[in-house]
Nanobody, 115 residues
């Protein structure tokens, strides 16, 4: 059984920074890529950033230049540091592990940016 847990969310003022963490435990292997997604109330879940097993990164235009995704392969963990946060970054942030057995999602962590 695979368990994915996000942490690091919270309330932050506009212009501030946050570092979200995600860890996977259990029988997870064959990871192709990992990614962060977010969902704001009334909106669909959207991609924030991804990182492949080879380290290639991809960012949504909305966060490009102010976010950095990273991973620790030995720990099956990944992180995203977000700077210059804006109220429109407010959402529940989810991490996803894409493996050859399928995708695994966490329960999400709330990020609220106050203006």
């Amino acid at each position: 059984q695979v368990r994915v847990v996000e942490s690091g969310g919270g309330l932050v003022q506009a212009g501030g920074s946050l570092r979200l963490s995600c860890a996977a435990s259990g029988n997870i292997f064959g990871i192709n890529a990992m990614g962060w997604y977010r969902q704001a109330p009334g909106n669909q879940r959207e991609l924030v950033a991804t990182i492949t097993s080879g380290g290639t990164t991809n960012y949504a235009d909305s966060v490009k230049g102010r976010s950095t995704i990273s991973r620790d392969g030995a720990k099956n963990a990944m992180y995203i540091e977000m700077n210059s946060l804006k109220p429109e970054d407010t959402a529940v942030y989810y991490c996803n592990y894409d493996t050859f057995r399928g995708g695994y999602w966490g329960q999400g962590t709330q990020v609220t940016v106050s203006s």
